[in-house]
């Protein structure tokens, strides 16, 4: 054998272990296995970005309702006091600024001469003066205010809910809130009314909404105006957050009226109490009217009912306040 069978012959064995080795994975299975695992790292990296995509989106919704509630919290704490129309606009009158003066003077100046021609004292004719022009009209418009409210606190759940079956029946918001303008109870209806005529004027659905918490104070309200900005924004199942705030707003009725009936036992005591000593006083001045005359016709009497009605007001104050719960 010479030198050039012997160099053909080593070419042909290298080429033949170039192909055995070329052609040993396809053999083994090892090609296809590397093709798997190229296909799973690919098939993880794609779902590691989708993870992060969504985590991403998360944060950004995230960020966006801490943003909507952190403007609502600065609007509730950066209001001032409450001006008189705002107050006769929470109490629903439709009175004007000056009609309420003039109706305060003329309620005064009665109070004044009637104190007036029964004492014959000017001090009084003062204290009537103050009291009937300034003391009645803000304690009956502070009245109607608390009725008012207390009335669309019992109604708004029944609101909510007829927004949810609306979106659950494929409704747009703004329809549900018309529904409600025309056919809820008062004040509902009233201020739903004012939500959708503000929207009519160009406002967004969140500046609509955020009106409701000025007319209506209420942490009721206040909750719905939060739940609809974050929609609004952050986007969401409307129809689930308002079913779990319908929720909520029905669990502190009850706690409301639970309290109510837990402290009625309390207020039953106090309106005893402070009720007693106008009660013996009347039987004793039936019984022995000149007894009973010295603490009126007398300066150390008078003096002696004014201490009287002073620390009186002081109990009834403390007990009210002892039997108040926030919910």
């Known amino acids: 054998m010479d030198s050039n069978q012997i160099i053909l012959l080593a070419l042909v064995a290298v080429v033949i272990a170039a192909i055995g080795f070329a052609i040993r994975p396809y053999l083994n299975g090892s090609a296809q296995g590397e093709k798997r695992q190229a296909a799973l790292l690919q098939g993880n990296a794609r779902v590691k970005g989708a993870v992060n995509d969504r985590s991403a989106e998360l944060a950004q919704r995230r960020k966006q309702i801490a943003e909507s509630i952190k403007d ?8 001032k006091k409450l001006t008189l129309e705002a107050r006769m606009t929470q109490a629903g009158l439709t009175w004007s600024k000056s009609r309420f003066l003039m109706v305060s003077a003329v309620i005064g100046i009665v109070s004044g001469l009637l104190l ?7 001090i009084y004719a003062l204290a009537g003066l103050a009291i009937g022009g300034f ?9 109607m205010r608390k009725r008012r409210i207390a009335k669309f606190v019992h109604e708004f759940p029944n609101a909510v809910d007829v927004i949810i079956r609306g979106i659950k029946a494929g409704l747009p918001l703004g329809d549900c809130l018309r529904i409600i303008a025309s056919e ?21 659905m969140g500046e609509a909404v955020d009106r409701l918490t000025e007319s ?3 942490a009721e309200a206040n909750f719905f105006a939060i739940v609809i900005n974050i929609q609004q924004k952050a986007g969401g199942n409307l129809s689930e957050a308002l079913g779990n705030l319908s929720r909520v707003l029905r669990d502190r009725k009850k706690m409301q009226a639970k309290i109510k009936a837990m402290s009625s036992e309390a207020k039953a005591s106090a309106g005893i109490i402070g009720s007693l000593p106008f009660i013996v006083s009347g039987m004793v001045y039936l019984t022995s009217p000149r007894y009973m005359e010295l603490l009126w016709l007398t300066p150390s009497g008078r003096v002696v009912m004014a201490v ?9 104050m403390s007990m009210r306040k002892m039997i108040a719960f926030d919910v």
Do not use: H, Y
């Not at 003391?135 to 009245?143: A, D, I, Q």
């Not at 109870?185 to 939500?195: A, D, G, L, N």
């Open 72 to 79: 609502l919290d600065s609007k509730a704490t950066s209001k």
């Open 116 to 122: 007036l021609m029964v004492t014959r004292s000017p």
């Open 135 to 143: 003391g009645l009209p803000n304690w009956f418009v502070n009245f």
């Open 184 to 204: 809820a109870s008062e004040p509902v209806r009233t201020e739903f009314r004012r939500i959708v005529e503000a929207q009519t004027l160009g406002l967004t």
């Open 216 to 218: 209506i104070p209420t």
């Open 308 to 316: 009287c009605g002073f620390w009186m007001f002081i109990g009834v």
